[in-house]
């Protein structure tokens, strides 16, 4: 059981992620390869400022920018420098790792002893105590860690989802839909398009934040793989939800992301080879975005040949 | 008062597929003309219109809006005073979204959008009548995406948005081109009304002579970038599909004269 609740609570840690993908990879078409950079970029901020001894909330919204700053420079080169939009984010990604070493100072940096926000939290729970779920005995503090982390995705949720209803985030989902259209209708799709891939990674580089805090450690390594990890949420979510309204694909994505996790706590448990995870991912991503196209593909086939015998 | 002077747009220059597109195009348009403009392909209507609405930087020359000069400003800005439909009847809609949420947009064209709610009941209340003044029984569908609707009702529509604020100049790229005939007479027909409604100052590309006959105050026609005949009010209003075709044929045959002079002059003196 706290296993369960261990792999929920990553699970929405790396929603705020998932949000992120979904900004650019949804919204704009863009698979922004960044990521893979501002998750460790958010965990080595936040983890070298609490190291020195900042306050771990200021150190986890510095992250944040951070991640906002990662992503400008993304936008910048993509939008004004019009270099190819992958090319875009492996240049940053790539220089990020460098940035990462620096902010660190060293490749991996400890925070099991430090305050962080998680801890902070922690400390409402009576220390030992144990709540019954059903039978499993659960440890109070894992259960307030759990409703802190759900209840600040759920509110950056929220958040999301109320802008992207306001004019200015209307004109955002259009600039990403038809740039042609909107341009004609007098908003700079460029701003708009650097401004997303700014926020975007920001929220990624909150979640690294967050995730390092949880887990104990940032390691410059912690990005890999987390690209295609935030795209299977999205799709998974996509796949659960099956609509085109932003809201309820953040909502999706939150909980494909929390869906993903379990699966994969799962197929741990079960003796799935921790090596394996990254290319199941990737096997898994591959699949579910082609999937769609074969099944309408399967689904044509088969009315065609009703029509045929209805001919004859 | 639209006024184009001077105006050059040379694509790919110095290269194998340089077009000179506009060789100086000169012309001014006076507040509530509507002025059809035809020309043969490649005779640079659809880019004389483009360079007005901003698509790309012209090389020469200076294009003002009622004493806006509009040369150098970038095309999002130039929102603000040109409404424009293009020919795709897709590239005036955002597929995805629905007719509410396109129309909301349209209908903050050229002005500052902030963090108030796009489709609040009070705004959306406004966009059903207008809808369903284009009879195609869409007031109904309003939450539906854009993407599911036809070309025709997605022209209509853009034709709409284009015009939800008062354009000071209107822009039609053979808005009507890609459509069956039906539709397309449904749209010019509304395109008629719309114009005439507000008196917009409107610019409108044609393959259709019959359009340009039937529709508007004026008629430019176009030639190797330049304005080879630019008919007005008065001889505009006797002009037939007929007469049309002759300007046509005498513009073809005075460029094959050219050709032939040239060669004459080549053999004689080269």
């Known amino acids: 059981m706290s296993i369960l609740i261990g792999s929920i609570t990553v699970g929405l840690i790396l929603a705020l992620l998932a949000l992120g993908v979904f900004i650019t990879f949804k919204i704009f078409h863009f698979p922004d390869l960044t990521t893979e950079g501002s998750v460790t970029f958010g965990a080595a901020i936040a983890a070298a400022l609490i190291i020195k001894g900042y306050s771990p909330a200021l150190a986890t919204l510095i992250a944040f920018f951070g991640g906002c700053l990662a992503g400008l420079v993304t936008g910048i080169l993509h939008a004004v420098f019009k270099l190819n939009g992958l090319l875009s984010g492996i240049l940053v990604m790539t220089a990020l790792y460098s940035v990462n070493l620096h902010v660190m100072g060293k490749s991996n940096i400890p925070l099991l002893s430090e305050p962080t926000v998680i801890s902070h939290f922690e400390r409402y729970a009576a220390a030992g105590e144990e709540v019954n779920i059903l039978g499993w005995l659960v440890p109070q503090k894992d259960l307030f860690i759990l409703g802190f982390i759900l209840l600040f995705t759920a509110l950056t949720g929220t958040l999301l989802n109320a802008f992207f209803k306001t004019n200015l985030g209307v004109a955002m989902r259009a600039a990403g839909n038809n740039a042609q259209m909107i341009r004609a209708l007098g908003a700079n799709t460029k701003a708009y398009m650097i401004f997303c891939i700014a926020l975007s990674n920001g929220l990624i580089a909150l979640s690294g934040s967050l995730l390092a805090q949880f887990q104990g450690f940032a390691d410059v390594q912690m990005g890999i793989g987390m690209v295609v990890w935030g795209l299977a949420s999205v799709i998974i979510g996509e796949a659960l939800i099956n609509t085109k309204s932003v809201g309820f694909l953040i909502f999706g994505a939150v909980m494909g992301s929390v869906l993903f996790r379990l699966l994969v706590a799962i197929a741990l448990q079960w003796g799935m080879n921790p090596n394996d995870l990254k290319l199941i991912t990737a096997v898994f991503v591959f699949i579910a975005l082609i999937l769609p196209g074969l099944l309408t593909r399967l689904e044509n086939r088969k009315k065609l040949k009703k029509l045929e015998y209805a001919e004859d | 008062?639209?006024?184009?002077?001077?105006?050059?747009?040379?694509?790919?220059?110095?290269?194998?597929?340089?077009?000179?597109?506009?060789?100086?195009?000169?012309?001014?348009?006076?507040?509530?003309?509507?002025?059809?403009?035809?020309?043969?392909?490649?005779?640079?209507?659809?880019?004389?219109?483009?360079?007005?609405?901003?698509?790309?930087?012209?090389?020469?020359?200076?294009?003002?809006?009622?004493?806006?000069?509009?040369?150098?400003?970038?095309?999002?800005?130039?929102?603000?005073?040109?409404?424009?439909?293009?020919?795709?009847?897709?590239?005036?809609?955002?597929?995805?979204?629905s007719i509410a949420e396109n129309i909301a947009l349209a209908a903050r064209r050229g002005m500052k959008r902030g963090l108030s709610s796009a489709l609040s009941v009070k705004?959306?209340?406004?966009?059903?009548?207008?809808?369903?003044?284009?009879?195609?029984?869409?007031?109904?569908?309003?939450?539906?995406p854009i993407g599911k609707l036809s070309g025709g009702q997605r022209q209509a529509l853009t034709l709409l948005m284009a015009t939800w604020i008062k354009p000071q100049l209107l822009l039609l790229d053979e808005h009507t081109a890609a459509?069956?005939?039906?539709?397309?007479?449904?749209?010019?027909?509304?395109?008629?009304?719309?114009?005439?409604?507000?008196?917009?100052?409107?610019?409108?590309?044609?393959?259709?002579?019959?359009?340009?006959?039937?529709?508007?105050?004026?008629?430019l026609m176009l030639h190797n970038g330049k304005i080879a005949y630019d008919l007005k009010e008065s001889d505009k209003k006797h002009i037939r599909v007929n007469d049309l075709l002759a300007l046509f044929d005498e513009i073809r045959r005075k460029d094959q004269m050219d050709e032939s002079v040239a060669q004459m002059i080549k053999k004689q003196y080269i």
Not at chain 2, 4 to 33: C, H, M, Q, W
Not at chain 2, 123 to 144: I, S, Y
């Open chain 2, 1 to 97: 008062m639209l006024k184009i002077e001077g105006v050059y747009k040379t694509f790919n220059p110095g290269s194998a597929n340089e077009v000179r597109a506009l060789r100086g195009v000169s012309v001014t348009i006076n507040p509530g003309d509507f002025v059809c403009v035809l020309g043969t392909n490649g005779s640079g209507k659809s880019t004389m219109l483009n360079a007005v609405a901003g698509a790309f930087p012209i090389d020469r020359g200076q294009i003002t809006l009622h004493n806006t000069d509009l040369t150098k400003m970038p095309e999002h800005k130039r929102a603000r005073y040109i409404g424009r439909v293009f020919q795709n009847p897709f590239s005036g809609t955002a597929p995805d979204m």
């Open chain 2, 123 to 144: 705004k959306r209340a406004q966009f059903t009548e207008p809808v369903r003044q284009l009879n195609m029984d869409l007031e109904g569908r309003l939450d539906n």
């Open chain 2, 179 to 219: 459509l069956d005939p039906k539709t397309a007479a449904r749209v010019i027909e509304l395109t008629k009304q719309i114009v005439e409604k507000d008196r917009l100052t409107t610019l409108m590309v044609t393959h259709s002579m019959q359009q340009a006959v039937n529709l508007g105050n004026r008629i």
